[in-house]
């Protein structure tokens, strides 16, 4: 395992609290992820169902994971199914996970080989009256290909047409928005990580040197920290690339003269960190760049103090675009008059700021919970303002991982350079 296992401890809490929400008689049934194909007999790496991996620790495919309470018999209380190896699985595959050692990792006693669920479910579903089903409802999902889940619901469904089906993703939703200290303590280690990453860049990018020079610096230094690679798909983006806010293409050459904005963020133990920062190719912002940077990190700043327990996320938002209002009246790009004018419902700082100030965070970069839940100390949250300005071709984005406390909250990302003072001297010291 490149990383370190977690504590069996979080996913016996973490099963804890799921069957606290479960009402009585309910049997809930997680699936594992696809091997995606691609073309010929071609895949994509395996990710586990992040789900079943918060429940469970397992991190491998074909895998499933039953949890019922009130089953008569305490061996069918929690199961998890795995795969069973074989001589010709080891030698083509690569080593799975023993019932022992699925046991140490999940603190679950009750290990099944996969192909004994279709013999133990009738009995499940024979005491159930609740059935509980996974499914990605994340707000931004677009899910255009069939799912383990979606098969599986389609065939139990299919089975048992007369049980009372229930959602099990809203109390996921509820439960994984605030993280135990494992979780915190497994996410400081991806931003340290990326913290790492960040640092190597400031003392290897110059003019000249490609985008894609840049994301293979970034891999190379979350790989051999043990993270299993980027939590998502790296944003290297210099001079007019940077307006385009999900740029992946990555095949620029940098320019002297230009600013580039980076968005990445180590996966470790499944759980993702999320960084942004913008830094000048040859070094030195230009003042106009300065400027802009300056304005950017100040609607940053103020957006932390509003980041609290106890706050909302439309009146968050509401407050961080009255402050970018300002900075971007300053910066001569919107006029005051017109400001105090504008449609409420069209702010015109979308003109140069059209995405949110922050999403949370965890076992997804973009990770689940409700989105206007009352903040609570134990949520991590992004906070990630830009300026964008096309005709100038230039783009700045900032962005740190902010733990909510019950005294305000911390910057996960506090030793990472942020101040434009603070990047030009490591630059200029490279």
């Not at 479960?22 to 997680?30: D, G, V, Y």
């Not at 609740?130 to 469904?157: C, G, M, P, W």
């Not at 490609?210 to 798909?233: C, D, K, L, Q, T």
Request: glycine share 6%.
């Amino acid at each position: 395992m490149r990383y370190t296992p977690l504590a069996p401890e979080l996913f016996v809490e973490n099963r804890r609290r799921f069957r606290e929400q479960l009402p009585p008689a309910s049997l809930a049934i997680f699936q594992s992820n696809d091997i995606m194909p691609t073309n010929a007999d071609g895949t994509l790496a395996f990710r586990q169902n992040n789900d079943l991996f918060y429940l469970s620790g397992v991190d491998q495919e074909e895998s499933i994971l039953v949890i019922f309470p009130d089953a008569r018999l305490p061996q069918h209380r929690e199961i998890l199914f795995l795969k069973e190896t074989s001589e010709h699985i080891l030698i083509w595959e690569g080593y799975k996970l023993t019932k022992d050692e699925a046991r140490t990792n999940s603190g679950i006693r009750s290990i099944m080989w996969l192909d004994s669920f279709k013999t133990v479910l009738p009995a499940l579903m024979n005491e159930a009256e609740n059935v509980y089903l996974n499914s990605n409802e994340h707000i931004r999902a677009v899910v255009e290909v069939e799912t383990r889940d979606a098969r599986f619901i389609k065939a139990l469904q299919s089975q048992y047409p007369l049980h009372t089906y229930r959602r099990a993703a809203p109390l996921l939703h509820r439960q994984r928005a605030i993280k135990s200290p494992e979780e915190i303590r497994v996410m400081r280690e991806a931003c340290n990580i990326t913290e790492k990453a960040f640092r190597r860049l400031l003392g290897f990018v110059k003019p000249g040197v490609w985008e894609f020079e840049i994301e293979a610096e970034i891999v190379h230094e979350f790989m051999r920290n043990r993270s299993r690679g980027p939590a998502y798909g790296s944003i290297v983006a210099s001079g007019k690339n940077a307006c385009v806010l999900h740029y992946t293409t990555n095949d620029n050459q940098c320019q002297d003269g230009d600013v580039i904005l980076l968005d990445f963020g180590a996966e470790y133990a499944n759980y993702a960190a999320d960084l942004s920062r913008s830094i000048p190719v040859n070094g030195k912002f230009t003042a106009r760049q300065r400027q802009v940077y300056d304005s950017v990190l100040a609607v940053m700043t103020f957006a932390k103090t509003r980041l609290v327990p106890g706050g909302e996320i439309e009146a968050y938002h509401q407050a961080v675009g009255e402050c970018m209002e300002q900075e971007l009246i300053k910066l001569d790009l919107l006029n005051a008059s017109d400001v105090k004018n504008q449609d409420p419902a069209a702010p015109l700082y979308k003109k140069y700021f059209m995405h949110g100030t922050s999403h949370y965070l965890g076992l997804d970069v973009h990770d689940v919970g409700y989105k206007y839940r009352t903040f609570e100390a134990g949520m991590v949250y992004t906070v990630e303002p830009g300026i964008y300005i096309p005709e100038e071709g230039l783009g700045i984005r900032l962005e740190n991982d902010i733990l909510l406390t019950p005294n305000g909250n911390e910057d996960l990302m506090a030793n990472i350079p942020l101040q434009a003072d603070a990047i030009e001297d490591l630059m200029g010291k490279a």
